[in-house]
T-cell receptor, first 114, second 116 residues
Framework: DAGVIQSPRHEVTEMGQEVTLRCKPI?????LFWYRQTMMRGLELLIY????????DSGMPEDRFSAKMPNASFSTLKIQPSEPRDSAVYFC????????????FGQGTRLTVV | GNSVTQMEGPVTLSEEAFLTINCTYT??????LFWYVQYPGEGLQLLLK?????DKGSNKGFEATYRKETTSFHLEKGSVQVSDSAVYFC???????????????FGTGTLLAVQP
């Protein structure tokens, strides 16, 4: 398996523009997580899905952020409009829905909003 | 609530030195505990895990013991190598009596730099 695949790897956009980050989880996994990593706040869980259903979105910073999982093999994280403070590395991770299991991370998308 | 506290870095060691990175947690019930490692420019990879009190997780010479009495899961390695230079994250997966949960809550990470 190729692992969790994220695209793009790098994104530079202007403030106010819409940004869409994409994730393909490992085949067969039924939980998917979106994390944000910054120097100031470390690694934050934004939202996670079980069986394509959002379970906990309490980490989503504000209404400008939205996430979808239309099927088991694809998820998007959208920021509209983007702001400079959204600059961070965004990670997607997937796992099996069961206790004590580990998550497998993608390589991340480095987002820079100028 | 659930949280993880790690020692602040960076930790700078010479090759073959002994490593300890402290991790303590706050959680209800019996969480599972993990150490992840992040090499430059990459995503996080699982290093080891422990799922109940007194369990010892080990991998690649690293080990950590789940200590419920001190709510700790310190990472140790007897002899570090330059290739161990990375950021290390302690994490917990809370126990949810309502059903299975695999949500991970991470510490802030500790940068380890090993010099030749």
């Amino acid at each position: 398996d190729a692992g969790v695949i994220q695209s793009p790897r790098h994104e530079v956009t202007e403030m106010g523009q819409e940004v869409t980050l994409r994730c393909k989880p490992i085949s067969g996994h039924n939980s998917l997580f979106w994390y944000r990593q910054t120097m100031m706040r470390g690694l934050e869980l934004l939202i996670y899905f079980n069986n394509n259903v959002p379970i906990d979105d309490s980490g989503m910073p504000e209404d400008r952020f939205s996430a979808k999982m239309p099927n088991a093999s694809f998820s998007t994280l959208k920021i509209q409009p983007s702001e400079p403070r959204d600059s961070a590395v965004y990670f997607c991770a997937s796992s099996f829905l069961q206790l004590n299991t580990e998550a497998f991370f993608g390589q991340g998308t480095r987002l820079t909003v100028v | 609530g659930n949280s993880v506290t790690q020692m602040e870095g960076p930790v700078t060691l010479s090759e073959e030195a002994f490593l300890t990175i402290n991790c303590t947690y706050t959680a209800t019930g019996y969480p599972s505990l993990f150490w992840y490692v992040q090499y430059p420019g990459e995503g996080l990879q699982l290093l080891l895990k422990a799922t109940k009190a007194d369990d010892k997780g080990s991998n690649k010479g690293f080990e950590a013991t789940y200590r419920k009495e001190t709510t700790s899961f310190h990472l140790e390695k007897g002899s570090v190598q330059v290739s161990d230079s990375a950021v290390y994250f302690c994490a917990l997966s809370p126990m949810n009596y309502g059903g299975a949960t695999n949500k991970l809550i991470f510490g802030t990470g500790t940068l380890l730099a090993v010099q030749p």
